[in-house]
C-alpha cells in the first residue's frame, strides 16, 4: 500500500517540503543579516488540505517562453518580502536575527510535530494491518 495514497499522508509530505524550503529561505536570511540592502524573505504557506479543485485545475505552460510558475527554486513556493515592521539599519538591511532565529524555531517545531504524526500514523495503520493479516 502506498501511503502518500491517504490525504494524511500527501498533506504531511507536503508540509515537510515546505519547511524544508522554508528553512533555507530562513538560513538565508540569517547569512545576509549584514549584507546592505537586504529585506527578509519567506515563503508563502499553502493549504495543505484537499481541495474539490485542486486536483481538476491545474497550471499549463502554453509557451516554454512563459514562467512555469515555479517561484526561486524553493520547490514551487511563493517567494515574498514581508513589509518591514521594525526600522532598516543605517546601510538598509532589514534581517533582525531574533526575528529570524524565532522563525526557525517555529519551523523546526512545525516539521517534528508533523514527522511525529506521520510517525503515529503509520504505526497506527501498521497496528492494524497485524491485527487484520495475522
Given at each position: 500500500m502506498d501511503l502518500n495514497s491517504l490525504a494524511v499522508f500527501a498533506a504531511a509530505n507536503q508540509n515537510i517540503k515546505f519547511q524544508t524550503e522554508r528553512q533555507k529561505v530562513l538560513a538565508a536570511n540569517v547569512a545576509n543579516a549584514n549584507?546592505?540592502?537586504?529585506l527578509?524573505?519567506?515563503l508563502?504557506?499553502?493549504d495543505f488540505g484537499p481541495s474539490e479543485f485542486s486536483s481538476q485545475l491545474k497550471m499549463v505552460l502554453t509557451n516554454e517562453k512563459h514562467l512555469s510558475g515555479v517561484g526561486n527554486n524553493y520547490g514551487g513556493y511563493k517567494l515574498y518580502t514581508p513589509k518591514p515592521t521594525t526600522a532598516l539599519t543605517i546601510d538598509g538591511n532589514g534581517v533582525v536575527l531574533e526575528d529570524?532565529?524565532?522563525q526557525i524555531s517555529k519551523s523546526?517545531?512545525?516539521y517534528d510535530r508533523i514527522i511525529t504524526l506521520y510517525g503515529k500514523y503509520q504505526t497506527m495503520l501498521n497496528t492494524a494491518n497485524t491485527k487484520i493479516n495475522g
Open positions: 549584507t546592505p540592502g537586504y527578509p524573505k519567506d508563502k504557506r499553502p529570524q532565529m524565532n523546526k517545531s512545525e
